[in-house]
């Protein structure tokens, strides 16, 4: 949960995991909490705000995570995979050998526009149109049904831990990012003024759904190290 305002929510988040089996709860910048209020609110589900994590920012939160998901009411300018919360629990139960994210924004605006180009996938609860923004708890426990669910369904996954040690993670990808655009301003491909915001946002989209692998982040910025030194030269 990133930026939670109201610490009720927390609460009634944390009984909503505890309700469906679920107990890694993670809170990025809330700001309340701890709070009597999230515990009333939680009911029973203590245990799970006592083992929550509390991280000053996405960047320390998704460091180690090799999927995220990230939840939004509204469909963006660029395409990124959209998922429905049965296929989002799917994926995630399909692939329980991943660190998975799953993440929902503030009570009022949600995930920004820079939180959401952290994600692999959009996840999108389908709604009335006309009244389509979901309380945030509500938006937890309707996920948090669907994975158990799936969880369910699948009965016990076989978690493939060799590939998924392969994969970058947060921590790895974001890194690569920044590099990426150093190279690219020290070469002139882009501009500080003049350059789209679009056109950065349509860069990382290449990358992020292209599942990489350490070693492919490795030759990556192997590459860009290259031509970094022959534009000092």
């Given at each position: 949960m990133v930026g939670t305002t109201h610490p009720?929510?927390?609460?009634?988040?944390?009984?909503?995991?505890?309700?469906?089996?679920?107990?890694?709860?993670?809170?990025?910048?809330p700001k309340i909490y701890p709070s009597a209020e999230a515990n009333a609110r939680a009911a029973g589900a203590d245990d799970i705000l006592d083992r929550a994590q509390v991280f000053a920012s996405l960047?320390?939160?998704?460091?180690?995570?090799?999927?995220?998901?990230?939840?939004?009411?509204?469909?963006?300018?660029i395409s990124w995979?959209?998922?429905?919360?049965?296929?989002c629990a799917e994926k995630v139960i399909g692939n329980a050998d991943l660190k998975t994210a799953i993440l929902f924004g503030r009570e009022r605006t949600g995930l920004s526009n820079d939180e959401l180009e952290r994600c692999h996938y959009l996840l999108n609860i389908p709604c009335n149109p006309a009244f389509s923004s979901l309380n945030v708890a509500a938006a937890v426990q309707v996920v948090a049904y669907e994975l158990f669910q799936a969880a369910q369904a699948a009965g016990s996954p076989v978690a493939d831990a060799e590939a998924a040690s392969l994969l970058a993670n947060g921590e790895e990808l974001e890194s690569f990012h920044g590099h990426l655009l150093q190279t690219l301003h020290s070469i002139g491909f882009l501009h500080e003024k003049k350059s789209s915001p679009?056109?950065?946002?349509?860069?990382r989209r290449i990358f992020m759904r292209s599942g990489l692998e350490k070693a492919d982040i490795h030759i990556l910025r192997g590459i860009l190290a290259a031509v970094q030194k022959r534009t000092r030269l």
């Amino acid at each position: 949960m990133v930026g939670t305002t109201h610490p009720g929510n927390i609460g009634a988040a944390a009984r909503a995991m505890k309700n469906m089996g679920l107990s890694d709860l993670g809170l990025v910048a809330p700001k309340i909490y701890p709070s009597a209020e999230a515990n009333a609110r939680a009911a029973g589900a203590d245990d799970i705000l006592d083992r929550a994590q509390v991280f000053a920012s996405l960047d320390e939160a998704l460091a180690d995570r090799q999927q995220i998901i990230g939840a939004s009411a509204r469909l963006r300018t660029i395409s990124w995979p959209q998922l429905d919360p049965k296929a989002c629990a799917e994926k995630v139960i399909g692939n329980a050998d991943l660190k998975t994210a799953i993440l929902f924004g503030r009570e009022r605006t949600g995930l920004s526009n820079d939180e959401l180009e952290r994600c692999h996938y959009l996840l999108n609860i389908p709604c009335n149109p006309a009244f389509s923004s979901l309380n945030v708890a509500a938006a937890v426990q309707v996920v948090a049904y669907e994975l158990f669910q799936a969880a369910q369904a699948a009965g016990s996954p076989v978690a493939d831990a060799e590939a998924a040690s392969l994969l970058a993670n947060g921590e790895e990808l974001e890194s690569f990012h920044g590099h990426l655009l150093q190279t690219l301003h020290s070469i002139g491909f882009l501009h500080e003024k003049k350059s789209s915001p679009m056109l950065v946002r349509r860069l990382r989209r290449i990358f992020m759904r292209s599942g990489l692998e350490k070693a492919d982040i490795h030759i990556l910025r192997g590459i860009l190290a290259a031509v970094q030194k022959r534009t000092r030269l």
